[in-house]
């Protein structure tokens, strides 16, 4: 949420090949509470600006540095609505669109983009997203996140749920999302 932070965080890491942006804040809610447009202008602000101010900060760097890789952490909630966390899967929704724009964009400088779409990981936010009990060992993001790049891959689905929705979207996004637009 604090541009400049990210901003200082590029300018010290000038010979960074490979950004992993993992930013992001869950607010539980549905769309009638009182407090929703709050809530979603607080999960935009980091899940969808800051992936933003990100992009911008280092797509530079990756470029000066032979192109590299930019991964952005997304989420299976990114590609489908649930009532009670209709705001933050709205912004996860917006964070995938930019991702796919950035896909683009950063091709043209041989940087490859990827964009993580896990199910409940065992972290905080799953915890606090009330996935206790079905939370994933976070190893499984890390480990599909190598195997994206060794396949040159741009959607990376780690975990089981994650695959089982992968599975279900994959005509989509291989006709669809990943076909360039220029």
Not at 81 to 92: I, L, M, N, Q, V
Not at 110 to 122: E, F, K, M, Q, Y
Not at 157 to 179: C, H, I, L, R, T
């Amino acid at each position: 949420g604090d541009p400049q932070s990210i901003v200082a965080a590029a300018q010290t890491a000038p010979d960074v090949q490979i950004v992993i942006n993992n930013a992001g804040v869950f607010q539980a809610g549905t769309l009638l509470a009182e407090d929703a447009i709050a809530a979603l202008e607080f999960q935009m602000k980091i899940n969808v600006y800051g992936l933003i101010y990100m992009a911008q900060a280092f797509a530079p760097v990756l470029k000066v540095n032979g192109g590299g890789v930019f991964v952005q952490i997304n989420s299976v909630a990114s590609l489908k609505g649930f009532p009670d966390s209709a705001t933050y899967c709205a912004s996860k929704a917006a964070a995938y669109s930019i991702t796919q724009a950035l896909r683009e964009l950063l091709s043209e400088q041989d940087t490859l983009v990827l964009s993580v779409h896990p199910g409940p990981i065992a972290t905080d936010m799953g915890d606090a997203a009330g996935m206790s009990q079905v939370a994933q060992p976070p190893a499984l993001v890390a480990d599909g996140i190598i195997k994206a790049l060794k396949a040159g891959d741009f959607h990376v689905f780690p975990d089981s749920v994650a695959k089982q929705m992968g599975d279900a979207y994959k005509s989509f996004a291989e006709n669809v999302v990943e076909v360039s637009s220029t």
